[in-house]
Every structure is written in C-alpha cells, then in structure tokens.
C-alpha cells in the first residue's frame, strides 16, 4: 500500500463513519480512475471496500460456501482485467455486481448444478427454534445460534421460487436497497417491490401452515 | 380463508405497501395508504404478514467482511493470473507479428552483411595473394641467369609481356 496516492490512504482512515455516500461515490470514481491509470494499490481498496457486498451478493446466489470466495475472487479478477473499458457511467459497485451476477450463471451453468437445495422440509422442532428466535424479536448473540437462525430462514426461504428467493436474501438478510436490486437483476424497481411483498406474503403464510401443521393435535 | 386474504392485498396498493413496510413512503402516499388500510382487512393483512417477514428475516446477520486478507488473496491471484491492467487490446497479434518481422529482418540482414563482408576479406585477400604472385612473376629471375646489364632487364619485361602474362 506504499504507493496508494495519499488521497486513498486518507479516506481509507476517514470514511467508515463520517463519510456521505455522494463523497464514497466520488472517492470510488478516484480509485477506479487510478486503478485505470496502473496504480495497483487502488484497485486492493477497492476490492476492500466492495468485498463483503460481493460476498453476499454472491452467495445468496449460488449458496455453496465453499465455492463463493472462488467465485467472487474471480469477480475481482475479470474486473480487474476489464477496468480500463469501465466507462463509469454506473456506479463502480453496480458494474461489478453485474459481473458476479453474469458470473454466478455461468458458474451454475458450467457446473450443472442448481442453487443448493435443502433436502427436506423444516421439522417440526425447527419451526419451533425459529419461533423462539422470532419472539425474541432481536437477533441471537451467540454466534452458534445466529448460524442457526440463518440456516433455519434459508431453509424456510428454499420455498419459494429462485427469484423471489433471492430478492428476499439480498433485500432483508443482506441489506440491499431496491434499486440496487433492479440494477442487479435488470428488472423495474416496481416490479421488484411488488415481487417482494408477494414473497414476503408467501413465505409467511407457509411459515404460519408449518407452525399450525406442527401445533396440530395428532400431526 | 384467512391465508387467502392474506395473499392477495390490493393490486394497486401493492407498490404502497412495500414502502411503507421499508419505511419509505410519506406524504400523500401515506394519507392515502392510511385511508385505505382503514376499510380494507386484506390490506392490512398483507401489510402485517410483510413486517412480520421483515422482522424475521432481520434475525440473520449479514454476511461478515472477511477482512485485509480476502483483498490480499485476491490481488495475488491477480499478479498470478492476470498481466498488469492491461487487458489485450486487438492490436495486440498485429504487434507481435510486427516484431517477429521486424526481429527476422534483422537477423537477415545481419546475415546478409557477414555474408557480404566476409565475400570482401576472402577477395581482398585473394586478390592480394595475386598481386603477391604476378609482383614476383614480374620480378622473377632465372637465378642462374640474372641480368647483368640494364638492357637485359629491359628484355627480361618486355618478354614477360610488362608483367601481363
């Protein structure tokens, strides 16, 4: 990092807190202009920058832990090599979510695999963890009971069609905004908001059939 | 039935409520969104159905930042696999062509003047050797018989034909 311009170490200092998102826009418009121009270090901020989204993005995509940092290495990698065509209409972030996107189906499609299926329903003393969880109403703070949680929601998610799936996870479990989405999935930011409330309603409603189905006498 | 109303909410109010649920919606949209939530049970059952949905999903932590070391990796996989951010332009065959040319060219020429000044050396010395030969042809004697006086070796030149034979 000896040789990042001081504009880069400067911010790297300065921004997790106080920066604004207009000023983040346009030190990631700096770095993506030096990393055209050769400075190396500047794209390693980037990556730094953008490498938890990535990993998110990616793996509410394709799910198979072991294969996301792969998969998102490679992200990086095509990025880096295509950088100096990256014309900066979009947002730097917008562009390379576009290549994870590309990337994850060719991947899925080069591997014949579909996104990792969960073999069978929730038990019913599943339901009833997540309904302890959910009355608890904030998110465990034991690190065993917060993987918990996540694997018991992707399980309850795994109902729903792939689309509406992973809006669900980028949106609620990632925190991806709506328009992000669209730009991602190349779809309307109408189209996404009514697609996630109609998943929300669907996924809900089998969330409540399973709790009904497990309090049942006899069941 | 219950389920079912929840599933439907109000076609054209579906996009309200998806604000309203991120927090996003205010102003007219929002007056507007109350007064129907007021009549309308499905409405209001889809909306309660979606926050609950949101609060749910909350529970999960987002994904953590692997920290400085995933960039580390990263970048090293670059300097492994990737040339320094250049990516290859359609030129790129032209000019390696071009200098192929170019180098085999020289190579050529180089050989052709090697080729060309060792030709000279080997004449020049040949021709010199020559000259060596036809100098003392001109100027041999019968060393049994050398001229003795000037009109001798007037002869002597003109039979050697001034040294052309």
């Not at chain 1, 065509?85 to 576009?98: P, V």
């Not at chain 2, 309660?48 to 749910?56: D, H, I, K, T």
């Not at chain 2, 790129?92 to 080729?115: D, E, K, S």
């Amino acid at each position: 990092m000896a040789d990042v311009p001081k504009i880069v170490a400067a911010n790297a200092q300065a921004l997790p807190v106080a920066a604004s998102r207009r000023e983040k826009a346009q030190e990631e418009r700096e770095l993506v202009r030096l990393c055209q121009n050769g400075t190396e270090s500047a794209f390693e901020e980037l990556v730094r920058r953008n490498q938890q989204r990535m990993l998110a993005l990616v793996g509410g995509i394709l799910r198979r832990r072991e294969d996301v940092e792969d998969v998102v290495q490679q992200v990086f990698l095509k990025a880096y090599i295509s950088i100096r065509r990256f014309d900066q209409r979009a947002a730097f972030s917008t562009w390379l979510y576009k290549i994870a996107v590309n990337e994850c189906w060719d991947y899925l499609r080069k591997k014949k695999v579909r996104p990792l299926m969960y073999e069978s329903d929730m038990s019913e003393e599943q339901v009833s963890r997540l309904d302890g969880f959910a009355s608890a109403d904030r998110p465990p703070e034991n690190v065993s009971e917060r993987a918990e949680v996540r694997e018991l929601l992707e399980k309850l998610l795994e109902k729903l069609p792939e689309q509406d799936r992973q809006l669900l996870v980028l949106k609620e479990m990632e925190g991806f905004s709506v328009q992000e989405l669209a730009e991602i999935l190349d779809l309307n930011v109408n189209t996404v908001k009514v697609r996630l409330f109609r998943a929300r309603g669907r996924i809900m409603d089998m969330y409540r059939g399973r709790r009904t189905q497990g309090k049942a006498p006899g069941v | 039935m219950d389920g079912q109303i929840q599933n439907f909410a109000c076609s054209n109010y579906e996009l309200l409520l998806e604000d309203f649920v991120n927090g996003e919606l205010s102003g007219a949209g929002a007056k507007s969104l109350a007064e129907h939530l007021k009549d309308c049970g499905a409405c209001r059952a889809a909306f309660q159905n979606a926050s609950e949905c949101s609060r749910l999903l909350h529970l999960a932590d987002h994904t953590p930042d692997p920290g400085p070391g995933f960039a580390r990796t990263v970048m090293a996989r670059i300097r492994t696999e990737a040339s320094p951010v250049q990516e290859k332009s359609l030129w790129q065959p032209f000019v390696f062509l071009g200098w192929r040319f170019a180098a085999t060219a020289a190579l050529g020429l180089v050989a052709l003047m090697t080729y060309d000044i060792s030709g000279h050396i080997r004449q020049s010395n040949r021709q010199s050797g020559d000259l060596q030969i036809e100098a003392r042809d001109l100027f041999s004697t019968d060393s049994a018989n050398p001229p003795r006086t000037q009109d001798d070796v007037l002869m002597l030149v003109a039979e050697s034909n001034h040294g052309n034979q």
